[in-house]
């Protein structure tokens, strides 16, 4: 971070932190404790299960989460546990990812595109 403190932008990926393992939680949030300036957002598969999601939000809940990325809304048929999801969370979503190309399938989080995901499912 020091070393990239003109960048605009840096982007730190936890490398798949298990939120079911206690050790790495309290080692992200010790981490993510020396530096209350960063914003987080949790990525959340669209796949997942609503109680894997409820229980992966409640867990990095404790270490701080700002915003929500779903990621893979291109491989889920019904995305309304999502809605519920976000409604119970209360977190705002930053982007969606609809595929493998990256910047192409990547869409900000808006209102817009939220709706049209939950009230029309996902098309291409």
């Given amino acids: 971070l020091?070393?990239?403190?003109?960048?605009?932008?840096?982007l730190?990926?936890?490398a798949g932190r298990n939120y079911r393992d206690s050790n790495q939680m309290a080692a992200l949030g010790r981490w993510l404790?020396?530096?209350?300036?960063?914003?987080?957002?949790?990525?959340?598969?669209?796949t997942t299960t609503p109680?894997?999601?409820?229980?992966?939000?409640?867990?990095?809940?404790?270490?701080?989460?700002?915003r929500i990325i779903i990621t893979k809304v291109d491989e889920t048929v019904r995305p309304g546990h999502l809605y519920q999801m976000l409604v119970a969370s209360n977190l705002p979503v930053?982007?969606?990812t609809n595929g493998q190309r990256v910047p192409e399938d990547i869409l900000p989080g808006s209102a817009q595109t939220l709706a049209e995901?939950?009230?029309?499912?996902y098309s291409n």
């Fill in 2 to 10: 020091q070393q990239s403190n003109d960048a605009q932008l840096v």
């Fill in 51 to 66: 109680d894997v999601l409820g229980a992966t939000i409640k867990c990095f809940s404790k270490n701080r989460i700002d």
């Fill in 33 to 46: 404790a020396r530096y209350p300036d960063i914003e987080t957002h949790l990525l959340l598969c669209a």
């Fill in 117 to 121: 995901l939950f009230l029309n499912g």
């Fill in 94 to 96: 930053s982007y969606i």
């Fill in 12 to 14: 730190i990926d936890t």
